[in-house]
């Protein structure tokens, strides 16, 4: 499926519920992500039309994550940096008051990005390969759990540094009613088959699922 009625958009997407009846979603990853052709066009405003944006990303003017990305419908994330190879510009898309919104960035800050950890696998002897949320995988020596983040400098394709979900830790809510806001992790608690994160916000202490969290620095 390349569209979704407008009503069904995720209420992450800062568009609003009325216009065409239909818009392009993402190639995939279509709930967590927001298509490049969107941001281009209805954010940035660089692309009138769906044939201005292909046509832009084609030429090769277009970095995600300091990788060309050739296709207008390509999935980009959260904390995923956009580099635009004519106006040397870069945005990192974040989500503030519960929308996807893109800040402007550096170039030094262009070259990092935070990916949740999202797997592991043993390979063989001293071989764990470390597997994260947006596809990417490496071998790793460093202990990490699944749940945490990885700091990736995405200039050498190479991992920075681990961030552990653990009590104390600082994390962001990616997803669900509290997106956008940053809190610390009070308590995890083992329960019998999952486990409880307890998160202290700005103003109040809330049970979030795993999935809705990020770890940052």
């Not at 749940?147 to 961030?163: D, F, M, P, Q, R």
Request: net charge positive; aromatic share 6%.
């Amino acid at each position: 499926m390349t569209h979704l009625k407008r009503q069904e958009i995720p209420k992450t997407w800062p568009v609003p519920r009325k216009g065409t009846k239909f818009i392009a979603v993402a190639s995939h990853a279509k709930r967590k992500s927001i298509p490049l052709l969107f941001i281009l066009r209805d954010i940035l405003g660089i692309a009138k039309t769906r044939k201005e944006a292909k046509r832009i990303v084609f030429q090769g003017d277009v970095k995600i994550n300091n990788k060309l990305r050739k296709d207008e419908v390509f999935p980009v994330q959260v904390f995923d940096v956009i580099s635009l190879e004519k106006t040397k510009k870069n945005y990192r898309l974040e989500i503030v008051n519960k929308k996807f919104q893109l800040k402007e960035i550096s170039d030094k800050e262009a070259g990092k990005k935070i990916v949740k950890i999202s797997g592991k696998k043993i390979l063989g002897k001293g071989k764990v390969q470390i597997n994260l949320e947006d596809g990417g995988n490496f071998l790793i020596k460093e202990e990490f759990s699944v749940g945490g983040s990885a700091v990736l400098n995405t200039n050498e394709n190479k991992i920075e540094k681990i961030l552990e979900l653990k009590e104390g830790a600082n994390i962001e809510v990616i997803s669900g009613k509290h997106a956008g806001e940053k809190g610390k992790v009070k308590a995890i608690e083992q329960l019998e088959k999952t486990r409880r994160y307890l998160i202290k916000l700005k103003d109040k202490e809330v049970e979030l699922p795993l999935k809705t969290l990020l770890v940052i620095e």
